[in-house]
Each structure stands twice: as C-alpha cells, then as structure tokens.
C-alpha cells in the first residue's frame, strides 16, 4: 500500500482547503484510512478514521472537516472548511486499522505529510 498526501497550503482563516490522498494498493474492503496532523511541538493528532460504511472525526475538526473518496481514482479526499489557525500542521494519511477513538497505532501504512497553514 501507498499513499500520497497533497494539496496543502496557506489559507486565511475561514478559508478552505481540499487535502488529497493518493492511494494505491488500498483496499478499502480490508483497511481504513485515516488523516492525521501534526504541528510543530505537538504529538500527532487522530483527525478521523474512514473504515467501511463509517467515518469518524476529532472532536476539534467535527463539523468542519468532511471525508471522502473516489473508488475509481484511488483518491482520499479532506475537505476543510472554516480554518482556524489552530489546524496549522502537517496533514498525513495512513491505512491499517483505526477506529472511532483515532488512534494511529493500528495505521501501518503512511504517506508523506503535506503541510497546511492558517494565517490568523
């Protein structure tokens, strides 16, 4: 499995961003895709989990950010809306295996990050 992660950036708060995630090799039968951020300082942040019919978010990014996926592509897609500076950090996604709670220690599959950043 390989992924790639793209379409970061630097926004203005309130702004928007759609991230992309470039997959190959993911079956989504047998995994789950999750995003994950992390910014300068912090520890690595679950930001949602994407496994079968279910999608899962963190608490800080619920009702802003929006997942989803084009079979036919291979492509992950984070839509962000209404950016805080707050989300400014590295966005990677990663398959393996993840759940409602986020955490990353089932994801063995990464991608490399692509940076996003809110200006305040």
């Known amino acids: 499995v390989q992924l790639q992660a793209s379409g970061g950036g630097l926004v203005q708060a309130g702004g928007s961003l759609r991230l992309s995630c470039a997959t190959s090799g993911f079956d989504p039968d047998y995994y789950a895709l999750g995003w994950y951020r992390q910014a300068p300082g912090k520890e690595r942040e679950g930001i949602s989990c994407?496994?079968?019919?279910?999608?899962y978010y963190a608490d800080s990014v619920k009702g802003r950010f929006t997942v989803s996926g084009d079979n036919a592509k291979n492509m992950v897609y984070l839509q962000m809306n209404s950016l805080k500076p707050e989300d400014t950090a590295v966005y990677y996604c990663?398959?393996?295996?993840?759940?409602?709670?986020?955490?990353?220690?089932?994801?063995?599959?990464w991608g490399k990050g692509t940076q996003v950043t809110v200006s305040s």
């Open positions: 990663a398959a393996g295996y993840c759940s409602e709670n986020l955490g990353a220690y089932g994801m063995h599959y």
């Open positions: 994407m496994r079968g019919r279910n999608t």
